[in-house]
């Protein structure tokens, strides 16, 4: 089964020199999902402050600087990965570094037949 793994935290809680060693982490994390077969994508994201929210009401489009919502986390990355079951997400969620300042929301995708397949 597919999990994505949405990684939450105060960006305001890593360093400079923090983030950087958090991406080095994640790197060799995805390396390791990638060896087990597990790796089917990994980003972190730009700040929040670089967000665009889009919502259409009442068919008009509505343009937003910044997030969706005002909260004290932030979401800042995201795992896709393949996990033969919950427990086996939960187990690649805990070894993510942003869940040692943050949050690791884990859902499992929904797969729609007919969406094209990736190259």
């Not at 360093?15 to 950087?20: D, I, P, V, Y």
């Not at 427990?87 to 037949?113: F, H, K, N, Q």
């Amino acid at each position: 089964m597919k999990y994505m793994l949405l990684i939450y935290s105060n960006e305001n809680a890593w360093t400079e020199g923090e983030r950087e060693k958090c991406y080095a982490e994640s790197i060799e994390l995805t390396r390791q999902l990638h060896a087990n077969g597990q790796y089917l994508g990994a980003s972190p994201l730009h700040l929040v402050s670089t967000a665009t929210s889009v919502r259409v009401r009442d068919g008009k489009r509505l343009i937003t600087d910044g997030p969706f919502a005002e909260t004290r986390e932030q979401l800042g990355g995201y795992f896709l990965i393949e996990a033969t079951d919950l427990d086996e997400a939960i187990e690649i969620a805990g070894r993510i570094p942003g869940a040692r300042v943050g949050t690791v929301e884990i859902r499992p995708i929904l797969e729609l037949y007919g969406l094209p397949k990736n190259n």
